[in-house]
């Protein structure tokens, strides 16, 4: 069922004419870019015992677009999403949603925002259509309350009562009620958590269609396969500042690709001689492990391949660099192993 906005959609630009203004500058508004924040701070308690969770963070959300926002536990996320959604003030900086400020002027800003926490919570003993029905009440121009049930796959399960659905059915109430009210801007913080593989793809189906249809939508999500395959943007947190930002490629652009393989004691690949020069890599070895990181992937790979003549590599893996690797490398938790540059 395609879904439908009840406002225009402006071409997304290319850039956010603000993002980079001087310190101080007001913000422009620009419909394209509904979400922005520049020098955004949030510090929790006073004095010495104070702590800084977001540390000036500087970013900017188109229209149609998908913004995905990662970052270990602690990173300072969903501290930074609850400021772009309104739930609370920022320490310092300057922050816009559909050129309002959120938070001060967040009976103008609500009717047009969609917020899925990661826990939400329904009366007891409410039915799961009563539960939209009453949620439905605090908008101005909701879709019809079985739409929404339809949507996200929980029509069949109207009359049942809240508390009686899965774990993985009231994320998806979660989200029905996140988009009940057509919204221009959707805040999602960990949508998925606890779907099922079916359930996951039908809720990424349904946020294709909010991007098409205009809508801006900022994520968070532990899933990095989520944020691959649906973001247009993304940014990495860590100790409470971004430190990557970009399209996937961008974000990736400065990761080696890798190649591994094992060489198991009185096997063939053993009597193999030293590897050959593998220009630009650089080679680790585990015990049988051999790790190769290299920025180019088929030249090296074709050496590798050559070297071993047809003789078994077991577990040979050869991949591009990936988001989860890059996640791994900034939270300091990447391989172990030492790599040194390939004689």
């Not at 929790?44 to 149609?64: C, I, Q, T, W």
């Not at 930074?80 to 003030?89: F, K, Y």
């Not at 926490?117 to 949620?135: K, P």
């Amino acid at each position: 069922m395609a879904l439908q906005q009840q406002h225009a959609t402006t071409a997304d630009p290319t850039t956010d004419p603000s993002a980079h203004g001087e310190p101080g500058t007001e913000l422009r508004l620009d419909p394209g870019v509904p979400v922005r924040c520049r020098g955004l701070r949030r510090r929790y308690g006073r004095g010495s015992g104070a702590f800084e969770a977001v540390r000036g963070v500087d970013l900017h959300a188109r229209a149609g677009e998908m913004f995905a926002l990662l970052g270990t536990n602690g990173a300072g996320k969903t501290s930074t999403l609850e400021v772009l959604e309104g739930l609370a003030r920022p320490s310092a900086g300057q922050v816009q949603v559909l050129g309002l400020d959120p938070y001060t002027q967040r009976r103008k800003v609500r009717p047009s925002i969609g917020i899925m926490l990661q826990e939400a919570g329904f009366a007891s003993g409410t039915t799961v259509r009563q539960a939209g029905q009453l949620w439905a009440g605090t908008m101005a121009a909701p879709m019809p309350v079985d739409e929404a049930l339809e949507l996200v796959g929980l029509a069949h399960r109207r009359r049942v009562e809240v508390q009686n659905l899965s774990g993985g059915e009231r994320r998806r109430l979660d989200l029905a009620m996140a988009v009940l009210g057509r919204p221009r801007v959707l805040f999602l913080d960990e949508p998925t958590t606890g779907l099922d593989p079916e359930s996951r793809s039908a809720t990424w189906s349904l946020l294709t269609q909010l991007l098409e249809s205009g809508t801006c939508v900022v994520l968070t999500t532990h899933y990095l396969e989520e944020a691959e395959r649906l973001a247009d943007r993304i940014a990495i947190m860590h100790e409470g500042r971004i430190v990557r930002t970009g399209t996937l490629d961008e974000v990736v652009a400065d990761e080696p690709a890798a190649i591994e393989f094992e060489i198991a004691p009185g096997s063939a690949a053993a009597e193999l001689p030293a590897l050959p020069d593998l220009p630009g890599a650089r080679v680790a070895r585990r015990g049988g492990r051999v790790r190769i990181e290299t920025d180019l992937l088929q030249d090296t790979l074709a050496r590798v391949l050559t070297w071993a003549d047809g003789v078994e590599l077991p577990r040979l893996q050869a991949r591009a660099a990936s988001l989860e690797q890059v996640f791994l490398r900034i939270a300091g938790g990447g391989d172990p192993i030492t790599l040194r540059d390939a004689a």
